[in-house]
C-alpha cells in the first residue's frame, strides 16, 4: 500500500525555504539529501482498458536504474492518496522499445487481472514525464516519511503541462503523523492539496 499527501507548489514559493524550514530540519534524519532525474513512461492500450479499471502501468527510469510499477484501487481525498502498488527492478536491457506486461508476471494476482484486460492486446505509451526529485528522509520519533519536490514536466499527446509537486510519503507508521506535516507546511506555504495524479493530470491532456 502507498499513502502518500500531495500538494501543487505556488509558483512564488521557493522550494529552499520548504526543506530549509526550521520543523522539517528538526525531524530531518542524518541522510544526505537527494537528486533524482526521473523519465516515466505510462502504457495501456489504444482505448485505454487498463485505465478504466483503475490500472497504471509504469517504466520508470530513476538516474541509471529502471523501475516498472503497478497502481492499482486508489483512491484520493484532500491530497491524501491511498493505493495498492508493487515495484519490480528492471535491466535496461531487459526493456524492449514497448514493454509487454509479461515483465510484471512475477506481481501474482494483479499481473493476471491484467492479462484479462489486455485479451492479447499491445501496450502502446500513453503518458510520458520528466522532472527532478528533491528528496530527504524524516523522522518523527513516531512515524518515517519521505519528503520529495518535483519539478518538471508532463506530456500527453502533442501537449504538455509543468510539475511543481511537493509529496510526503509514508513509509512507516501513522497517517496522522504525514497529516500533522501536511497541515504545517501548507499553513506556513503556497501548497494546494491536489486530488489527482500525474497520471491523471496527463491523460486530461490527450482527452
Excluded at 5 to 34: A, C, H, M, P, V
Excluded at 150 to 175: A, F, H, N, W, Y
Aim: glycine share 6%; aromatic share 6%; charged share 35%.
Amino acid at each position: 500500500m502507498e499513502i502518500e499527501l500531495k500538494y501543487l507548489i505556488g509558483e512564488n514559493t521557493e522550494i529552499d525555504r520548504i526543506f530549509n524550514d526550521d520543523f522539517i530540519q528538526s525531524i530531518r534524519d542524518d541522510k544526505d539529501e537527494e537528486m533524482i532525474r526521473m523519465h516515466a513512461v505510462y502504457y495501456d492500450t489504444e482505448d485505454d482498458a487498463l485505465a478504466e479499471h483503475c490500472i497504471a502501468l509504469r517504466i520508470r527510469r530513476e538516474n541509471d536504474y529502471y523501475i516498472g510499477t503497478l497502481k492499482w484501487d486508489g483512491t484520493s481525498e484532500n491530497g491524501m492518496h491511498r493505493r495498492q502498488e508493487v515495484n519490480i527492478p528492471l535491466n535496461e536491457e531487459d526493456i524492449p522499445a514497448v514493454p509487454k506486461a509479461d515483465i510484471f508476471q512475477p506481481c501474482g494476482e494483479i499481473y493476471d487481472e491484467i492479462c484479462r484486460i489486455l485479451k492479447g492486446r499491445k501496450l502502446v505509451p500513453r503518458v510520458e514525464m520528466t522532472f527532478v526529485r528533491r528528496q530527504i528522509r524524516l523522522d518523527t520519533g513516531k512515524s518515517i516519511c519521505v519528503l520529495s519536490a518535483d519539478q518538471g514536466e508532463i506530456r500527453g499527446g502533442d501537449r504538455k503541462i509543468p510539475v511543481r509537486e511537493l509529496e510526503i510519503e509514508l513509509l512507516t507508521g501513522s497517517e496522522k503523523e504525514i497529516m500533522a506535516i501536511g497541515d504545517r507546511l501548507s499553513a506556513g506555504y503556497d501548497l494546494k492539496p491536489e486530488d489527482r495524479s500525474k497520471l491523471e493530470r496527463g491523460f486530461r491532456l490527450i482527452r
